[in-house]
T-cell receptor, first 114, second 115 residues
């Protein structure tokens, strides 16, 4: 079955500290992988995506993610967290074909402490 | 880049009434539109997939007679919540494939509150 697992429901990080959010997927086809961020009451904002090529992808707001096929993972990282990064983060996987919807993980809530 | 305009952003309706949510692709043709529902503090769950000119495909457990989806043109898909009840209160968001650039483009979402 196709699925996305985000093992951490809630993470608290001190401002300025590094961050890693975990994402594992199970997908039959070659996956297209995404990370989105959602602030309370808001829509989704695309942080970064992986389609093919270099397995380390850079995104907006200083985020990066690394695709590891052998581990079926696509973890999100940021070297120094800012208080404004506090939000809900969703990992998603899709096949990239027009008729295939994205499957989302349950999300990780990031809190930033001062 | 690709934009999907979703309206309304917020709607409050009385129990038993119907509400229509529109998603328009502004600068590309969306032959497919995905509709998701998100309950508070939960993830996005796919409700249905609409394809232009054909019937929508609903996920298991989603009542097709309650959530009417119409995809009459390449730029417009609508979701109508019929006979809404408080348990239908949720955040509804649409998404269209927009390869090769972004993969998928999301609308800004509709917060539905049924009172």
């Amino acid at each position: 079955a196709q699925s996305v697992t985000q093992p951490d429901i809630h993470i608290t990080v001190s401002e300025g500290a590094s961050l890693e959010l975990r994402c594992n997927y199970s997908y039959g086809a070659t996956p297209y992988l995404f990370w989105y961020v959602q602030s309370p009451g808001q829509g989704l904002q695309l942080l970064l995506k992986y389609f093919s090529g270099d397995t380390l992808v850079q995104g907006i707001k200083g985020f990066e993610a690394e695709f590891k096929r052998s581990q079926s993972s696509f973890n999100l990282r940021k070297p120094s967290v800012h208080w404004s990064d506090a939000a809900e983060y969703f990992c998603a996987v899709g096949a990239g074909q027009a008729g295939t919807a994205l499957i989302f993980g349950k999300g990780t809530t990031l809190s930033v402490s001062s | 880049g690709a934009v999907v305009s979703q309206h309304p952003s917020r709607v409050i309706c009385k129990s038993g009434t119907s509400v229509k949510i529109e998603c328009r692709s502004l600068d590309f043709q969306a032959t497919t539109m995905f509709w998701y529902r998100q309950f508070p503090k939960q993830s996005l769950m796919l409700m249905a997939t609409s394809n232009e000119g054909s019937k929508a495909t609903y996920e298991q457990g989603v009542e097709k007679d309650k959530f009417l989806i119409n995809h009459a043109s390449l730029t417009l898909s609508t979701l109508t919540v019929t006979s809404a009840h408080p348990e239908d209160s949720s955040f509804y968001i649409c998404s269209a494939p927009s390869l090769p650039r972004d993969g998928y483009t999301f609308g800004s979402g509709t917060r539905l509150t049924v009172v």
